[in-house]
């Protein structure tokens, strides 16, 4: 995850350095927290969702560069143990969504086709032209509102 995150913030900052017209950058981070209580026959568990976006604006306001992603980190509470979690971009094909998803595509490959499509528009424009748009739809099949979420922190966080 240190790497995921290393390597997010070089994004941006090559981004934000390598032309005069960019404007802002921000990052969001949506945290979602479920908890299973252990019973007589299990143990309890804790996941821990994060879903990430790293976004450069112009100065116009529009998106001149994104990246999402996802880290998971899953718990019982009858171990001390502790591991790092790799994100969804980290797992790559190792993810294993590809053979699930109507698209036919990993997870990773999803979000570079969500990503090339929010390329030019206001944070505002993909927020609302998401949900029916075919040509997302061509490269993006899975659920997106926790990085549009993402999207929408990133904008208001950038500077």
Do not use: R
Request: proline letters at 1%.
């Amino acid at each position: 995850m240190k790497k995921f995150f290393a390597a997010l913030l070089t994004a941006v900052l090559v981004l934000s350095l390598t032309a005069s017209a960019f404007a802002a950058t921000g990052l969001g981070a949506i945290t979602t927290v479920s908890v299973k209580a252990a019973t007589a026959d299990a143990a309890g568990s804790v996941a821990v969702t994060t879903t990430l976006c790293a976004l450069t604006l112009d100065d116009e306001g529009k998106i001149a560069g994104v990246v999402f992603d996802v880290v998971e980190s899953k718990a019982t509470t009858d171990a001390d143990a502790s591991a790092e979690s790799l994100s969804k971009n980290e797992l790559g094909e190792s993810y294993g969504m590809k053979a699930y998803a109507p698209s036919g595509k990993e997870y990773f490959e999803q979000m570079d086709a969500l990503e090339a499509w929010c390329i030019g528009k206001t944070v505002e424009e993909v927020v609302t032209g998401s949900a029916d748009n075919a040509d997302l739809k061509a490269g993006c099949t899975i659920y997106i509102g926790d990085q549009l979420k993402a999207l929408q922190e990133a904008a208001a966080n950038a500077q």
